[in-house]
C-alpha cells in the first residue's frame, strides 16, 4: 500500500508539472521559461522537478506525445473522405482544440525540431504518412500552421480561431470531393 501511495503522488506531481509547463509555454513560449519557472508556478522544489524532469526538453517530449495522444483520440477512423464527412467537422474542430491546448508547439516548432531530432523525424514520418496528394499537402499547411498565423496577426489566439480554421479546412476540401461528397457536403452546411 505504501507504494501505490508513493506512485500515485509522483504520477500527481508529474501531471501538476505538465499541467503547468503546457501553460506557461503556451503563455510565455518555450524560450522564456525555464525549469525553475515550472516549478515556482506549482509550488515545488527545483529539486523535486528535476526528479520527474531533468531537462526541460523532456518536458517538452512528454507534451509533444501527449498531444500526439489526444490527435489518436480525435482521428477519424473511415479511409474515403466520403466515409469520414458527416464528422469531418466535428473531427477538425476537435484536432484543432488540441493544437490550441498544444499551441506552443507549433509557434515554437522550429525552435523545438531544432533542438529535438526524435521530434523532428517523427514529425516527417507523419507527413510523409500524409503521402503527396495535393490536398493532403493543402490540408497539412492550413492545419499545422494556423496558429502560428494568428499568432503573427493577432495578438491572442483563442478557441473562435479553431471555429474560423475549421471552416476554411472544410471549404478547401469541397472541390476534391467527388459527386456523391459534394451532396453530403451541402446537406451537411
Request: avoid cysteine; aromatic fraction near 14%.
Amino acid at each position: 500500500m505504501h507504494y501505490f501511495f508513493y506512485f500515485w503522488v509522483m504520477s500527481k506531481t508529474r501531471e501538476k508539472i505538465l499541467r503547468a509547463a503546457r501553460l506557461l509555454f503556451n503563455r510565455d513560449g518555450v524560450a522564456n521559461v525555464s525549469q525553475r519557472m515550472i516549478a515556482n508556478h506549482i509550488a515545488i522544489s527545483p529539486g523535486n522537478l528535476t526528479y520527474h524532469f531533468q531537462k526541460r526538453q523532456e518536458i517538452i517530449d512528454a507534451l509533444f506525445e501527449e498531444m500526439v495522444d489526444n490527435f489518436e483520440a480525435v482521428k477519424p477512423k473511415g479511409q474515403a473522405v466520403e466515409s469520414v464527412l458527416p464528422d469531418l467537422e466535428k473531427w477538425l474542430k476537435a484536432m484543432y482544440k488540441v493544437q490550441f491546448d498544444f499551441r506552443f508547439i507549433p509557434t515554437n516548432f522550429a525552435f523545438i525540431t531544432y533542438s529535438n531530432q526524435a521530434i523532428k523525424k517523427a514529425y516527417a514520418k507523419l507527413a510523409k504518412a500524409r503521402g503527396d496528394v495535393l490536398f493532403l499537402k493543402r490540408f497539412q499547411l492550413l492545419s499545422d500552421h494556423w496558429v502560428l498565423n494568428v499568432q503573427n496577426i493577432e495578438e491572442e489566439v483563442s478557441l473562435k480561431h479553431t471555429r474560423e480554421y475549421t471552416q476554411n479546412v472544410m471549404q478547401s476540401l469541397y472541390p476534391y470531393l467527388t459527386e456523391k461528397g459534394k451532396k453530403k457536403f451541402n446537406q451537411l452546411a
